[in-house]
């Protein structure tokens, strides 16, 4: 990623929001991580108040359609969610070291981050674009061929376009 990012906030607008774990890790394969996963993102929203339209979990990273906080920028609000989650999954404590210990083949254990630097920011300014965006997000684990369809993936917000009970409730456009 450019190190010249430029992010734009204080519009209003929504925002697509794409982060990896550390080098495209598959640290939220598990069922376990994906559902401590939804459970800090649905307590992260709590705090901030920033409004949820859509989101996805896959086994190496991660798509938000969120608003902008009231209480917080974009920024603020992924840090906290990114630091809740690697010390959710990894037992640690806040103040604890800030590695992740993965098993490799060869019986040593390598130290590794959680989750990869920075984050991908689109702000979304249309409904056409939000439904871009929606759509993009929950074909992804069809495309990557973890599922035949969508609905066969339970994190990810396309139940609830569906009029199904989710994970968890999406908040409206506008």
Not at 72 to 80: C, E, L, S, Y
Not at 128 to 147: G, W
Request: net charge positive; aromatic share 14%.
């Amino acid at each position: 990623m450019s190190r010249r990012l430029k992010r734009y906030t204080g519009c209003g607008d929504f925002h697509f929001i794409t982060f990896s774990c550390y080098e495209r890790r598959a640290l939220l394969e598990s069922k376990r991580a994906k559902a401590a996963f939804v459970k800090i993102l649905g307590e992260v929203r709590a705090r901030y108040g920033f409004r949820l339209a859509g989101y996805v979990v896959m086994p190496n990273h991660v798509h938000l359609l969120i608003s902008e906080s009231p209480s917080g920028t974009p920024a603020k609000v992924i840090q906290v969610l990114k630091q809740r989650v690697s010390r959710a999954l990894r037992g640690k404590r806040r103040g604890a070291q800030k590695q992740f210990s993965l098993p490799f083949s060869s019986g040593l254990t390598e130290r590794r981050r959680f989750w990869q630097r920075r984050y991908y920011d689109f702000n979304v300014y249309s409904e056409k674009k939000l439904r871009e965006k929606l759509e993009y997000m929950h074909l992804n684990p069809v495309k990557r061929k973890l599922v035949k369809h969508a609905r066969e993936w339970p994190w990810s917000s396309w139940s609830f376009y569906q009029g199904e009970a989710g994970l968890m409730a999406m908040d409206g456009w506008r």
